[in-house]
T-cell receptor
Framework: GAVVSQHPSWVICKSGTSVKIECRSL??????MFWYRQFPKQSLMLMAT?????????EQGVEKDKFLINHASLTLSTLTVTSAHPEDSSFYIC?????????????FGPGTRLTVT | AQSVSQHNHHVILSEAASLELGCNYS??????LFWYVQYPGQHLQLLLK??????LVKGIKGFEAEFIKSKFSFNLRKPSVQWSDTAEYFC????????????FGAGTRLFVKA
């Protein structure tokens, strides 16, 4: 149980275009999902927290207009990187909290590697 | 500010050597602690977690960790490493005072020589 999937697993886009990444909780309902980014050989940095049906909360330094997060249902959150630039190339990882198992643990997706050319 | 520190950025060991990776956190309130492993080219896997109870936690693949509240530490240990343990290890923490957002340490890259 507690499986989180991400789609796509790998995407290449041209500079200036937008790309959407999906995060789904497959066998549980997630009231809260988190988005992280991981640069090569670095740690995971929390970008934002999204709660179903409400606006996402962004961490300091993360541009909310550039990284649009939508959490429209209890099993789906999306991250849209708008007007992508090469410096946005990174590994984006989502995680989800099972609303029935308390707030302590998050289940992580496999990540999406974004390359902007 | 809430933070997680991992002391060793790179560790090189020979097979069968013992491993201890340090993790300290700076959080108020009740904390939940995790160790994750990321093998080359793969996604995060949970090694072990501590919420409450026995401060010595056993995880998968022979790993264990000890929560020492007075030292704000949660060090990861394994008595005898294998070549297949080569990976990056992340300590992570969340707490009620931080809205249960999980924050990661910088990671420790472990290389085990065969």
């Amino acid at each position: 149980g507690a499986v989180v999937s991400q789609h796509p697993s790998w995407v290449i886009c041209k500079s200036g275009t937008s790309v959407k990444i999906e995060c789904r909780s497959l066998d549980f309902q997630a009231t809260t999902m988190f988005w992280y980014r991981q640069f090569p050989k670095q740690s995971l940095m929390l970008m934002a927290t999204s709660n179903e049906g409400s606006k996402a909360t962004y961490e300091q330094g993360v541009e909310k207009d550039k990284f649009l997060i939508n959490h429209a249902s209890l099993t789906l959150s999306t991250l849209t990187v708008t007007s992508a630039h090469p410096e946005d190339s990174s590994f984006y990882i989502c995680s989800a909290r099972d609303r029935t198992s308390g707030p302590y643990e998050q289940y992580f997706g496999p990540g999406t590697r974004l390359t902007v050319t | 500010a809430q933070s997680v520190s991992q002391h060793n950025h790179h560790v090189i060991l020979s097979e069968a050597a013992s491993l201890e990776l340090g993790c300290n956190y700076s959080y108020g309130g009740t904390v939940n602690l995790f160790w994750y492993v990321q093998y080359p080219g793969q996604h995060l896997q949970l090694l072990l977690k501590y919420f409450s109870g026995d401060p010595l936690v056993k995880g998968i693949k022979g790993f264990e960790a000890e929560f020492i509240k007075s030292k704000f530490s949660f060090n990861l240990r394994k008595p005898s490493v294998q070549w297949s343990d080569t990976a990056e290890y992340f300590c992570a923490v969340n707490s009620d005072t931080g809205g249960f957002k999980t924050i990661f340490g910088a990671g420790t890259r472990l290389f085990v020589k065969a």
